[in-house]
């Protein structure tokens, strides 16, 4: 009888415990407002790809590319294309590899000499 109790009570506890260590462990993902914080990059503003895809980049001194996005970069890509520039804006995605740059949501930006 003793047997059969202690079995019942691991068969119920045991997946119990487990579940609720499970859910103690899970971190919740930060709010994206939180995790993008501003940043500064300075660098030459370049034109990337082929027609229909092209996108609008960043390249500073150190060889990094990054891809400019948002409403500030269509006045960038318009008037200030082969320029350097000083751009203060988001990290919105991380890059993913060759070809796939990390993306910065522009805020503001300055000419620089």
């Known amino acids: 009888m003793k047997k059969r109790r202690l079995a019942n009570l691991a068969a119920f506890a045991l997946p ?13 993902p930060a709010p994206a407002g939180q995790k993008a914080q501003p940043a500064v ?21 150190d060889g990094t590319v990054y891809e400019l996005i948002g409403e500030r970069a269509a ?7 082969n ?11 991380a890059a993913k590899g060759p070809g796939f740059p990390a993306r910065i949501e522009v805020g503001a930006f300055s000419e620089v000499q």
């Open 16 to 28: 119990l415990l487990f579940s609720v260590a499970g859910c103690a462990s899970c971190e919740k």
């Open 41 to 61: 990059w300075v660098g030459r503003i370049s034109l990337k790809g082929n027609e229909p895809h092209t996108w609008l980049a960043l390249s500073t001194e």
């Open 75 to 81: 006045v960038i890509r318009d008037r200030h294309q």
């Open 83 to 93: 320029r350097r520039l000083r751009v203060e804006g988001k990290v919105v995605s």
